[in-house]
């Protein structure tokens, strides 16, 4: 197994799938003669050509519809959207088209199209490039969402998410292009659906997905090493369809959940998993479940206000031992 | 601003033949255009016996359009895309009107399995990509679609059917952009009527002659009567042959009316009789007609008989098949939202 970074992973699935089939394109902006933002794309227009690597202009919306539309005669595009905060102005074609055309056609017609955009807040970029957008797309009928947490699901999702039928958003993260892992040296498909245990334990179910779970891996490691508390990590890489058995299951062990996530409280991805935790788990549980989440404000550019505004693992932390009333040190 | 008929022939602008379609093809062109009137007026009582529901955006007014481009194009195997008015487009692309009519009754054997209603008639095997209700979204998907018949290599072209108001969404702007800089095979037909629902093209549009605004991204155009059948034909060969030819894509306006409410719950209240008197005198199905009368082509009496059988095939064999299809399982619910059983959900091959 190979170390390598999580562009470097999002940069070999791209490069094996664009070999695979010539009707695999990759666009956005920046990502042909530019090599990407991130670097997701290096190289490949060299390699691929411009009609296959297209830098796009900026119009969002334009060329996800155009990806869609390419997708109704047999193309696969995977589709960079700069930022998520850009990922708004696509909104219509995503909603309106990718995810309805299967249904509305009675099944005629499908839009597998990739798009991949990275979300969350990195240092001090402000309200209109901090924005977390994953809650927006899991409550959206016939759209996939996953969010991979480390190279080696980086690479796997873009590969099965630009073989499958069905439109797929990923959504990644500003600030983990630069983290390393193995990955398989061998071609790998991750799943689409489902979680992973990313540490087992036996006292309290930590549930975090793509930068949250490294949040709860750290919160595990303090509240084991100072607390004695064995907290298991789910990683919920899939966010729609969400893995209601797996989340059902650790419960069931360990009797006690907490939710973390990135972004802000309201409708999202922690008010979804607490009302399945409430629904599927409640007889299972000795506490009543916690949701550790971004403050409910515009990210802010003062670096201690962004600070306060966004998790961290001794938040995890706080929140596990409110859990453990006799453990409060 | 005038809004009676007629259309602006700019300088430059050639002129354009009417003697390219034989008398055959004009015989059948007209039956087609009678036949859709036949259907959307049928379609308009079967709304007023609620057997039809929702939103219903008939053409009566507009036959001439989509008749006169497809004409020159290759209808089933060219891909034609469009708004929700769409239900002439599909039939004339090949779609069964028994299967567009099912479709409006919300009926299992309509062409979307009645999970898509009148906004959103689908025929695929005909290259019919659908019928969109957000005004605007077909316009990226159209040159979508003809980046796929480029990488592809096929002879196929992109043609996309969208209204005047359309035209000032940003999907238009950014479409015809990229169109243009990518060199697609698409065709982009204009149905200029005037009206966006109630609001008058003057009062929402800059430009009023809609085919100059493709100047701005360098897309030549055209513009025709759009009420007149062998006009919009011979202007959508020339726009035909241009995108097939690998110039890239093409703007074809055509200047119509549509004689109906914007959708059923419209009452025309902000256009007056006297302009609704005036583009009747230019109905397209009679300009047809009256040239082959007069043309010693046909008599009106065969017209006659062409209409009473026409009503008779749209209830007896097309009504009739909507009246007595059956309706979706209500089990079926949730088919269709995501692909069945793709092995890449599980991780592929294992
Ligand atoms: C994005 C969007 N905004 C508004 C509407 C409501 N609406 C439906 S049709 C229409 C007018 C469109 O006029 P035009 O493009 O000229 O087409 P026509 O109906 O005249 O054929 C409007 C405003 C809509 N369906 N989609
Ligand atoms: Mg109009």
Redesign the pocket.
């Given at each position: 197994m190979a170390q390598m970074m999580y562009w470097e992973a999002i940069r070999r699935a791209h490069d094996e799938e664009l070999a695979h089939d010539p009707l695999v394109i990759a666009m956005g902006e920046d990502i042909g003669v530019a090599g990407g933002t991130y670097k997701a794309t290096q190289g490949l227009y060299e390699k691929y050509g411009p009609e296959r690597i297209i830098d796009t202009p900026i119009s969002e919306n334009g060329y996800t519809g155009i990806g869609i539309g390419a997708s109704f005669v047999g193309v696969k595009p995977i589709i960079e959207i700069m930022s998520v905060n850009f990922a708004w102005l696509a909104t219509?074609q995503i909603v309106n088209t990718a995810a309805k055309v299967r249904y509305m056609s009675g099944g005629q017609l499908t839009a597998p199209i990739v798009i991949r955009s990275p979300g969350g807040t990195a240092h001090q970029l402000g309200a209109q490039h901090s924005a977390r957008m994953e809650k927006v797309f899991m409550g959206i009928a016939g759209l996939r969402v996953v969010t991979p947490s480390n190279p080696r699901q980086a690479y796997g999702l873009l590969k099965s998410a630009v073989r499958c039928e069905d439109p797929v958003f990923i959504n990644e993260h500003e600030l983990m292009y630069n983290l390393k892992g193995e990955v398989p040296d061998e071609e790998y498909f991750h799943p689409l659906e489902g979680s992973e245990v990313a540490r087992p334990g036996r006292d309290v179910t930590l549930l975090g997905y793509n930068i949250s779970v490294h949040w709860c891996l750290q919160a595990a490691e303090i509240l084991a090493r100072e607390h004695g508390i064995e907290a298991e990590v789910l990683d919920l890489y899939a966010l729609s369809p969400l893995d209601r058995a797996g989340i059902r299951a650790s419960v069931a062990r360990t009797h006690k959940a907490v939710v973390v996530e990135e972004a802000e409280a309201p409708v999202g991805v922690g008010a979804e998993v607490m009302a399945v935790l409430n629904e599927e788990c409640f007889f299972d549980l000795d506490a009543p479940p916690r949701r550790v989440s971004a403050a409910n404000v515009p990210i802010p550019y003062n670096h201690a206000l962004e600070k306060a505004a966004i998790p961290n693992a001794r938040d995890v932390v706080a929140a596990v031992l409110g859990l453990f009333p006799g453990r409060n040190n | 601003m005038n809004v009676m008929p007629g259309y602006v022939r700019e300088e430059g602008m050639s002129e354009q033949s009417t003697s390219l379609l034989s008398v055959t093809d004009k015989k059948r062109l007209l039956r087609e255009m009678l036949y859709a009137r036949r259907f959307e007026e049928r379609c308009y009582e079967a709304y007023v016996e609620r057997k039809i529901g929702g939103f219903l955006?008939l053409y009566s007014g507009q036959e001439a359009c989509a008749h006169g481009v497809l004409e020159a194009a290759r209808p089933g195997f060219d891909y034609v895309i469009t708004?929700?008015?769409d239900h002439i487009h599909a039939i004339k692309c090949g779609a069964d009107p028994r299967e567009v009519m099912a479709e409006l009754y919300g009926k299992e054997t309509g062409s979307s399995r009645g999970r898509g209603g009148s906004m959103h008639i689908f025929d695929v095997k005909h290259r019919f990509m659908g019928g969109y209700?957000?005004?605007?979204?077909p316009f990226p998907l159209a040159a979508g679609i003809a980046k796929g018949i480029k990488m592809k290599g096929g002879e196929e072209i992109s043609i996309c059917f969208?209204?005047?108001?359309?035209?000032n969404?940003g999907t238009f702007h950014e479409s015809l952009n990229m169109a243009k800089i990518w060199n697609l095979p698409v065709l982009y037909v204009c149905?200029?009527?005037l009206?966006?629902?109630g609001t008058r093209i003057d009062r929402s549009t800059a430009v009023l002659e809609q085919y100059k605004r493709a100047a701005a991204y360098d897309i030549p155009a055209g513009q025709a009567d759009g009420q007149d059948v062998e006009a919009v034909y011979a202007a959508a060969v020339q726009a035909v042959e241009h995108v097939r030819s690998g110039n890239g894509p093409y703007f074809l306006e055509l200047k119509t009316y549509?004689y109906r409410g914007?959708s059923m719950s419209d009452s025309n209240a902000y256009r007056s009789k006297d302009e609704e008197r005036e583009w009747l005198k230019r109905d397209p199905i009679q300009i047809l007609r009256n040239r082959l009368i007069d043309a010693n082509a046909l008599t009106l009496d065969e017209f006659k008989a062409m209409d009473r059988e026409i009503l008779d095939q749209i209830e007896n064999d097309v009504v009739k098949f909507a009246e007595e299809s059956p309706e979706p399982a209500v089990e079926d619910l949730e088919k269709y939202v995501l692909a069945e059983n793709d092995p890449y959900v599980h991780g592929g091959r294992q």
């Amino acid at each position: 197994m190979a170390q390598m970074m999580y562009w470097e992973a999002i940069r070999r699935a791209h490069d094996e799938e664009l070999a695979h089939d010539p009707l695999v394109i990759a666009m956005g902006e920046d990502i042909g003669v530019a090599g990407g933002t991130y670097k997701a794309t290096q190289g490949l227009y060299e390699k691929y050509g411009p009609e296959r690597i297209i830098d796009t202009p900026i119009s969002e919306n334009g060329y996800t519809g155009i990806g869609i539309g390419a997708s109704f005669v047999g193309v696969k595009p995977i589709i960079e959207i700069m930022s998520v905060n850009f990922a708004w102005l696509a909104t219509d074609q995503i909603v309106n088209t990718a995810a309805k055309v299967r249904y509305m056609s009675g099944g005629q017609l499908t839009a597998p199209i990739v798009i991949r955009s990275p979300g969350g807040t990195a240092h001090q970029l402000g309200a209109q490039h901090s924005a977390r957008m994953e809650k927006v797309f899991m409550g959206i009928a016939g759209l996939r969402v996953v969010t991979p947490s480390n190279p080696r699901q980086a690479y796997g999702l873009l590969k099965s998410a630009v073989r499958c039928e069905d439109p797929v958003f990923i959504n990644e993260h500003e600030l983990m292009y630069n983290l390393k892992g193995e990955v398989p040296d061998e071609e790998y498909f991750h799943p689409l659906e489902g979680s992973e245990v990313a540490r087992p334990g036996r006292d309290v179910t930590l549930l975090g997905y793509n930068i949250s779970v490294h949040w709860c891996l750290q919160a595990a490691e303090i509240l084991a090493r100072e607390h004695g508390i064995e907290a298991e990590v789910l990683d919920l890489y899939a966010l729609s369809p969400l893995d209601r058995a797996g989340i059902r299951a650790s419960v069931a062990r360990t009797h006690k959940a907490v939710v973390v996530e990135e972004a802000e409280a309201p409708v999202g991805v922690g008010a979804e998993v607490m009302a399945v935790l409430n629904e599927e788990c409640f007889f299972d549980l000795d506490a009543p479940p916690r949701r550790v989440s971004a403050a409910n404000v515009p990210i802010p550019y003062n670096h201690a206000l962004e600070k306060a505004a966004i998790p961290n693992a001794r938040d995890v932390v706080a929140a596990v031992l409110g859990l453990f009333p006799g453990r409060n040190n | 601003m005038n809004v009676m008929p007629g259309y602006v022939r700019e300088e430059g602008m050639s002129e354009q033949s009417t003697s390219l379609l034989s008398v055959t093809d004009k015989k059948r062109l007209l039956r087609e255009m009678l036949y859709a009137r036949r259907f959307e007026e049928r379609c308009y009582e079967a709304y007023v016996e609620r057997k039809i529901g929702g939103f219903l955006h008939l053409y009566s007014g507009q036959e001439a359009c989509a008749h006169g481009v497809l004409e020159a194009a290759r209808p089933g195997f060219d891909y034609v895309i469009t708004g929700y008015r769409d239900h002439i487009h599909a039939i004339k692309c090949g779609a069964d009107p028994r299967e567009v009519m099912a479709e409006l009754y919300g009926k299992e054997t309509g062409s979307s399995r009645g999970r898509g209603g009148s906004m959103h008639i689908f025929d695929v095997k005909h290259r019919f990509m659908g019928g969109y209700a957000l005004v605007g979204g077909p316009f990226p998907l159209a040159a979508g679609i003809a980046k796929g018949i480029k990488m592809k290599g096929g002879e196929e072209i992109s043609i996309c059917f969208l209204g005047d108001a359309a035209n000032n969404q940003g999907t238009f702007h950014e479409s015809l952009n990229m169109a243009k800089i990518w060199n697609l095979p698409v065709l982009y037909v204009c149905e200029n009527n005037l009206y966006g629902i109630g609001t008058r093209i003057d009062r929402s549009t800059a430009v009023l002659e809609q085919y100059k605004r493709a100047a701005a991204y360098d897309i030549p155009a055209g513009q025709a009567d759009g009420q007149d059948v062998e006009a919009v034909y011979a202007a959508a060969v020339q726009a035909v042959e241009h995108v097939r030819s690998g110039n890239g894509p093409y703007f074809l306006e055509l200047k119509t009316y549509r004689y109906r409410g914007h959708s059923m719950s419209d009452s025309n209240a902000y256009r007056s009789k006297d302009e609704e008197r005036e583009w009747l005198k230019r109905d397209p199905i009679q300009i047809l007609r009256n040239r082959l009368i007069d043309a010693n082509a046909l008599t009106l009496d065969e017209f006659k008989a062409m209409d009473r059988e026409i009503l008779d095939q749209i209830e007896n064999d097309v009504v009739k098949f909507a009246e007595e299809s059956p309706e979706p399982a209500v089990e079926d619910l949730e088919k269709y939202v995501l692909a069945e059983n793709d092995p890449y959900v599980h991780g592929g091959r294992q």
